[in-house]
């Protein structure tokens, strides 16, 4: 069955530099890959979703890549804030109408 | 856009007591929704499906007696724990979502916190 895999360990960085979280999937590559924030006691928040033709995606500060032959997303945080602490969810759909979730890797950003 | 809410934000009852959980979208249609609950620093667990007039899917292992699922609108789901127990406590969070072309999205709600004495 497919399976993501998050950096299970907390990512701390200092304020002003790049964040870059991994999430790697087995098995077959899905169409489209997303990435959602999700603070402590609260619900995620959708974030980007990039489709496997897609070979970057961009929003503001976040950059996000979809290699489909590593079978890896990268989702990167240019500038990062203190105020972008939160744990960040790799998600993807399966085919037809199950999306699974990655466990969320931390990040923490030190003022 | 894509603004799913949920209620209440929190919930203390006593065991033996059931509790409704309500989730909205509120700018866009649902025909499917999803529950999940959370445990700190843990992932998200699927615990069911919800589509618009007809049964909820359960996951295995989710008693579908105790969690009881009524998707009665394309706006409207909710989640009925009934007898709730402490081990019941947990952080459940909703879903909806939303077909854009030849993607979809899940929105979700804010989350609400249950706590059985």
């Known amino acids: 069955s497919q399976k993501i895999e998050q950096n299970s360990e907390a990512l701390n960085i200092q304020e002003g530099k790049t964040a870059t979280l991994t999430c790697n999937y087995t098995n077959y590559s899905p169409a489209y890959l997303q990435w959602y924030r999700q603070d402590p006691g609260r619900g995620p928040v959708f974030l980007l979703l990039i489709r496997e033709n897609e070979k970057e995606k961009r929003k503001e500060r976040l950059k996000v890549t979809f290699d489909t032959t590593l079978k890896q997303s990268l989702f990167h945080i240019t500038a990062s804030q203190p105020a972008d602490s939160a744990t960040y969810l790799c998600a993807l759909n399966t085919g037809g109408f199950k999306t699974i979730f990655g466990a969320g890797t931390r990040l923490f950003v030190k003022a | 856009g894509a603004v799913v809410s949920q209620h209440p934000s929190w919930v203390i009852c006593k065991s033996g007591t059931s509790v409704k959980i309500e989730c909205r979208s509120l700018d866009f249609q649902a025909t499917t929704m999803f529950w999940y609950r959370q445990f700190p620093k843990q992932s998200l667990m699927l615990m069911a499906t919800?589509?618009?007039?007809?049964?909820?899917?359960?996951e295995q292992g989710v008693e579908k007696d105790k969690f009881l699922i009524n998707h009665a609108s394309l706006t409207l789901s909710t989640l009925t724990v009934t007898s709730a127990h402490p081990e019941d406590s947990s952080f459940y969070i909703c879903?909806?979502?939303?077909?854009?072309?030849?993607?979809?999205?899940?929105?979700f709600g804010p989350g609400t916190r249950l706590t059985v004495l």
């Open positions: 919800s589509n618009e007039g007809s049964k909820a899917t359960y």
């Open positions: 879903s909806a979502r939303d077909w854009a072309g030849s993607t979809d999205t899940q929105y």
